[in-house]
Every structure is written in C-alpha cells, then in structure tokens.
C-alpha cells in the first residue's frame, strides 16, 4: 500500500481525528488527542498516526512506562489505544502501525506489551496480535487494573483487560 503513511501525531490532526471517529459513530474526543499531542511533546509516548493520501486512516499510541504494573516493573513499553477507521481495515494500516510501533519498542525493549478488551468488537485486533506472536503474561484477566480471582462473577466492559507479550 504505497499511499499509506506513517507519522507522529500532529496539532492539526486532533479535531480531524475527532471527526473521522464520529462519523463511523464512535465518541473519541478531540480533547483525547491534544492529551496525546502534550504526552508525545514531553517523550512520554509516541502517538503514531496513519494515514492513505492524507486522509487519516488509523492510528495508536506507545506508552513508553506502562501503568499496567507487571509491565511497568519489567520497564516493557505497552501499545495502548490502537484504532484504525472501519472503511480502512484489513487493508494492512493495522500491520503496518504495529511494525513501526514494534521497530521503536525494539530500541528500548526486548518485550512489547499489549492489552486487549474482551468484548466482541476487538475480535480483529485480538486475532491481529496472536498472529504476531503476542502470547498471554501469565497474569489472568483484570478488570479496571485489578486482578480477578477465580470465580469473580463480572459484566463485560472497556474495563475487562487481557494483557499480552511479544518478544522482539
């Protein structure tokens, strides 16, 4: 895909972001992505936004110190927040963010770290990561960062977390 373009994250790109997410009907507010936009400034993480012919297709983001602790203590920087529009999956932006996200974790890290929720409507990106190698921590499920013991009766939300590591 020679149209597709991998960047940081600019100024201009926040409201552009906005926008695109409502209209597909998803609520990603612009003020998320100025957050981003001062994190990326102070080298707290990387925000790498795709796009194809300067429409933006998708983008995710590296924390480089996880606030997931078994990541945090391992000093493994986690991919967080990783979207790409619908009318532009499985096209290969997904892939492609993830190479460079991984070439840059590669850096300052063996390890890459990735959590996932567990609802249905991130099917896609749980088969993406298992087919990168990504393999489970050994940690268990967690719900809004706290491990659940065996029998946790729970609902299924945002909150529900698997995490998982690659070795790079």
């Known amino acids: 895909m020679n149209r597709l373009k991998i960047r940081a994250l600019r100024e201009a790109d926040c409201e552009a972001i906005h926008q695109a997410f409502v209209a597909q009907g998803w609520k990603k507010p612009a003020a998320k992505y100025y957050k981003y936009l001062d994190f990326q400034s102070k080298g707290v993480r990387d925000i790498l936004v795709a796009t194809i012919e300067e429409e933006f297709a998708g983008y995710l983001t590296i924390n480089w110190i996880s606030h997931y602790p078994p990541f945090k203590t391992q000093k493994i920087p986690e991919v967080v927040d990783f979207n790409v529009l619908k009318k532009f999956q499985r096209k290969g932006i997904g892939t492609a963010l993830m190479d460079e996200a991984e070439a840059r974790i590669k850096r300052v890290s063996p390890y890459a770290g990735i959590g996932f929720g567990v609802p249905k409507d991130y099917g ?9 190698g990504y393999i489970p921590d050994g940690e268990g499920m ?27």
Do not use: H, M, N
């Open 142 to 168: 967690l719900l809004d960062g706290k491990p659940l013991p065996y029998g946790t009766q729970v609902e299924i939300s945002d909150g529900l977390v698997f995490y998982l590591l690659k070795r790079l």
């Open 124 to 132: 896609a990106a749980q088969i993406l990561y298992i087919k990168r």
